[in-house]
Structure formats: structure tokens, C-alpha cells
């Protein structure tokens, strides 16, 4: 957006305002090229617009590269996601836990509570002992008992899932997955913030999101609905029908128990039998929860305006009870694995049990009653079968159409996309079935596309900054964790936007004085090699030409790094900051005082898969790399620009 951040160099005092302060703020088959040229855009340009929109950023020569292909193809070959990506693999290789299954990962990382009750159970931790929860002689207790038992700490499996995402991004070819992963994912929000739901994010975004980010919109809703991360965020793992709508079936085992107690005692069995019936429904039965039916009415399918009510909100509740997690190694839903246990494995299917992966169907949380979720009737005595077809018929309805259609325009096209666009679009959404590809050719056939409303009419949010600056430079990350602490200091913390809606896909949204501040001194840091871990060579970007003053370097990298945009203004504007004698401390109290704090050596311990440690900031800067003081000045200026902010 540019009016919404034309004052963000306040912060750097009166000197960067008054130089920056006014600065900022239908496909068809038939035919098979890109309405660009009819928006008065040449090829390159429209190269580059399609490659901000459809990757974190151009890479040198990335343009040259797309010409060549050609726009379409290359855009399909994005579409299919399948391009080998052998070096990403090969820095991914040591982050063993983001290939782990939830299982397996339920086993190897329990939470701190998990580990107490174990470690008290085993007579490591005493009961009395628990309030010196915060002394280090406790705290080593448990990390003793960890290790013997080859547990291992929460941090280090999100430290993994943080560092994969920031690699995936950077070096991934299969760009357009990795940016529809990150939508999708945000989209279907779950958050580490949640410690219920937080282990299991890891195999969501592997087994849940990316592989269905360019099939049809219902496998989304199906997959998303069905997974334990959303089904612990949104509390659906524990709705249950109410009891007079449950099966009413007493186990036998337990009538028995009964029948002979009551021999013993006299009493009627009759009495008991249900004294203990009214008992199992009460441990069973924790009543409908309708988070998670109202959130996939009004954040994953139909939107907020998209004509349900209430009724229908406490009705597809009820639909969706008894849809739970199946038991876990570490204990996780022990009650319905002691029922399980009880009928046997083998005999769950005949009792209207449906046990898929991690996914279980309870039939005895089930509401039996009858339901009428809009408009459509659902018969009484409904099983797992009636989720189903709740849950296709959201992801298919018309308003679903509308709202998804609206959202992906407005993240790929601009903040406000025009009417036409999202009618476009919807069209081919419901002719396909939702199917996402279709959806985003149309988009990306249509002229809305192209014109001057769409180019550089978004703003990047920290962790595209920071992508997109990395790949700008063509830099080496070696520690992507210190990337992470940048993007969490510029405002956005990556897996923990808490509120189911996800981030907000606004410019303004991003747009204050604290994080725009940070911002720039994101792009000193990084271009002067204040940045542990990562390792940038700006002159051979130029072919090792070293410009002949600030000022050529400020045409020649703004070029290179901006590729294809009209610079004349920008220019205008940096130039007067290039000859301020105070420029060196500005930079250099802005880039130390914004340095992340280095990691303690027990932190750095569970930081696996880095390749080196940290090592602190130095005012000469990284001394693995020829350093020219001058030059970095100039790029750290540009990816701190306005015109960079903007994609």
C-alpha cells in the first residue's frame, strides 16, 4: 500500500522524515498468453510482477530465467510444484523432527507437565518438591531424567519447524507452494501459543497443508477438520452430544459388575444399572463445544456474511461431535483409549467407529438427534457420514465461493480487488468445484491482474521482508533462527498469531512506528553483516565492479535489487542520506541496538540443525567476507526504502 507508509522513517530522527517523510505512505484456454501487454506492461516487467506475487522475491537473474521459460509455463511449473529441490533437501537433512509423525512426536517431545507427572510417578520428582518448580537444581532434575529416557524439550521440535519454514522459503524452486502453504496454513490458522495443539503443528502444515495446496478447497476442509492440531485448537476433540441425543448402551462388562454387586447387597439392579449409566455419561460427556463449527463457517468456508445463523452454527456442532483424536504414546486421550481397549481395534468399525491415522470418530460422543444446517436436513441416528457431507457442502457452497475467491485475490492481487476479479473468479470456483488452480489461472488470465492497481500495490509483512531480502542478496543462511528473531522483532512471530483468524493480509495491518523502524534496521544489519548466521557478498552481486561512489552504487544496487521498476524517485529521495556525515553512527547505534541478543550455550544446545554457533555482532562486521563500509551503507538504505517494503 503506498499511502500507508509514507511516515514509517519517523522513528529514525528529523533528518530520515524530512528525506523519506512524503516518500510512502477469466482465464480461457484458448488463449494462451498473459494479458500484460494490453496493461502496457513489457515482458521483463510482467515478469517480475508475476515473480513478487508467486515467490518470496526475486533471486538474481530470476527474471532473465522466467523470459526465457516463458511467463506461462513457468507459471504452470509453479502450479504443479514438483521441481527437484535437491540443495533445500540437503539443508534440511539434520532437522530430523520435522519428519516425525505425531505419534512420534507425542513419544519424543512430551510438555513440561507430561514430564513431571512422569518424572514424579518414577519417584525422580517428589510431590512436595514441586514448589521449587523454578530453582536450577530442579530444573536439572528433569533434564537428567529427560535425557535417560530420551525425551527431548518442546523448544527444540519448534525451533526445527521454524528454521525449515525460513529454508523452504529462501532456496525452495517450488516457490508457489511454499507461498500457498504459508496462506493456506494461515488461512486454516492453528498456534504454537496453544500448548494443546502445538506439538501436532509440525505434521499439519507437512501432511495437511502443503500437499493439498493446489487441489480442490474441500480436501483442505476435510483434511484441516480432521487433523489433531485443529481439532485441540478449536476444542472439537472433546464436544460431545448431550445426553438424551447419546447412544444410551451400558457396557457389559460393567452390567455384570453390576448384576453381581447387586447380589451381594440387595439392591436393584435396575437402580444401579442406572445410577451407573448416568455416571459414563457424565465422564463422557463434556458437552457441544461450537468452536470449531463456528469458525469453519466464518473463517474457513462461507465468511462472516455468509448467510448462516446461529441455529446453524449449535446444529453443525452437534453434526461434528464425537470427531476426536486417536490415543497417543504419551497418554493423550487415555479415556478413549481405555474404551477402545474395551470393545478392541477390530470391532470398532461395527460399532459406528471410524478410525483414520491420528483422526477417530467416536460414535459414542455422537449427537444422534436430527439436524438442519442451512437449509439442508440431516436425519436422526447419523453417524461419521453426516460430517462429511456438512463439511463438503460449506466447501462447495456458493458463498464459500465468493469468500475464497475474495481472499486469494486480495493476498495475490491487491488489497481491494475489484468486484469483476472476485466474480471471475467465484464463477470458475464453483464450475470446478473449488478446485484451487483453476481458480488461480483465472485470476492470473484476467487483466485485474496486470494493471496498474495490482503493481506494487502490496506490502510485505516482516517475514517476507526478510525472505525477500535475503533472496534479493542472494545470501547464505547458516543459522536460520537469527533470521526468525529479526522477522518476531519486526512483528510478526511466525506459528503463534493466536486468534484463529490468522494474520491479516492488510498493508496497514504492518504499518507502525516500532516495527517499521525495525525494519530498516533489519536491511542495515544484514547488509553490513550484523547478522549471525548469514553471510551476504555484495560486490559479487556487481560482478565484483565496485561502484565508483555512494551514489552509483545507490543507481546500480537499486537496480539489481528492484529490478524493473522505475527508480527515479526513490533515488531522489536516498541520495541526500548517502552524503550525511552522521550517517556511519546513525547506522551503527541503529544496527547494535537492534542486533538480536545472543543465545545462552544451553539455548544454542537444542538449536539443531544450525551449522555454526553464533557469534557476536562486530562494529568491522562478518570477517568471512570482504567488507566495504560504503557499500553496505547503500544496500542497507535500499532494503530499508519504501519502494522495497512494497511487492
Known sequence: MKTAIRYFFIPLGLFFSLTLFSSFFSHSPANPKFPYKEQGLSERQAAAHLISRFTYGAKPGDIYAVVDLGLEKWFMQQLKGEMQDDALQLMLKN????????????????NGGQVLRMATRDGVIHKDSVAQAGKKEYRQQLLVYMKQHGYKPQAEL??????????????????????????????????????????????????VIRPNVFGNFENLVLSTAKSPAMLTY???VMSSGTPENLPQAVNPQLRNRIAARAKMTKVDTSTMAKAATQIQQKKRSQGINENYAREVMELHTLGVDGGYTQSDVTN????????????????????????????????????????????????????TGEKVVLGTKFPANGGYEEGVKLLKMLANHESAA??????????????????????????????????????????????????????????????????????????????????????????????????????????????????????MNFGLALASQRIPGLKVNLAALNSNREPESSEAALVTYGRLIMPERDLSQTIDRLRPM??????????????????????????????IGEVERPVKPSSKGNKTEPHNTMLAQVVGV??????????
Not at 511454499?178 to 505434521?203: C, M, R
Not at 452437534?318 to 476426536?324: A, F, P, Q, S, V
Not at 506494487?456 to 543462511?477: G, M, N, Y
Not at 551503527?588 to 542486533?595: C, G, H, R
Open 95 to 110: 532437522y530430523d523432527a520435522i519428519n516425525l509423525s505425531n505419534q512420534e512426536v507425542s513419544k519424543i517431545f512430551p
Open 158 to 207: 519448534y525451533r526445527q519447524l521454524i528454521n525449515q519454514k525460513i529454508l523452504r522459503a529462501a532456496y525452495s524452486n517450488n516457490q508457489a507452494r511454499e507461498l500457498l502453504t504459508d496462506f493456506w496454513f494461515n488461512h486454516f490458522n492453528v498456534s504454537l501459543t496453544k500448548g494443546q495443539s502445538a506439538e501436532f503443528i509440525p505434521a499439519y502444515e507437512r501432511d
Open 234 to 236: 478449536l476444542d472439537n
Open 316 to 367: 453443525a456442532a452437534r453434526i461434528l461431535t464425537g470427531w476426536t483424536i486417536y490415543p497417543m504414546e504419551n497418554g493423550y486421550a487415555s479415556v478413549v483409549k481405555n474404551m477402545i481397549e474395551r470393545i478392541g481395534e477390530d470391532k470398532l468399525a461395527k460399532h459406528g467407529f471410524v478410525h483414520e491415522g491420528d483422526f477417530l470418530f467416536a460414535a459414542n460422543r455422537h449427537d
Open 402 to 519: 465468493n469468500f475464497i475467491s475474495k481472499k486469494i485475490a486480495t493476498r495475490f492481487v491487491n488489497d481491494n480487488p475489484s468486484q469483476n476479479l472476485i466474480d471471475k473468479m467465484r464463477t470458475t470456483y464453483i464450475k470446478s468445484k473449488g478446485n484451487i488452480s483453476e481458480v488461480l489461472l483465472t485470476m492470473v488470465y484476467s487483466p485485474e491482474f496486470w494493471n496498474k492497481d495490482a503493481l506494487r500495490e502490496k506490502t510485505k509483512s516482516p517475514f517476507e521482508l526478510a525472505i525477500s531480502a535475503v533472496r534479493s542478496l542472494d545470501a547464505q543462511i547458516l543459522q536460520p533462527y537469527q533470521l526468525f528473531t529479526w522477522i518476531n522483532r519486526m512483528g510478526q512471530k511466525i506459528y503463534s498469531y493466536q486468534a484463529p483468524t490468522g494474520f491479516p493480509d492488510k498493508g496497514q495491518y504492518w504499518i507502525n512506528t516500532g516495527s517499521l523502524l525495525n525494519r
Open 578 to 607: 548517502l552524503n550525511d556525515p552522521e550517517l556511519q553512527k546513525k547506522i551503527d547505534d541503529a544496527a547494535t541496538k537492534a542486533t538480536p541478543k545472543q543465545k545462552t550455550e544451553e539455548d544454542s544446545l537444542i538449536m
Open 638 to 647: 535500499i532494503l530499508g526504502s519504501p519502494e522495497f517494503q512494497r511487492k
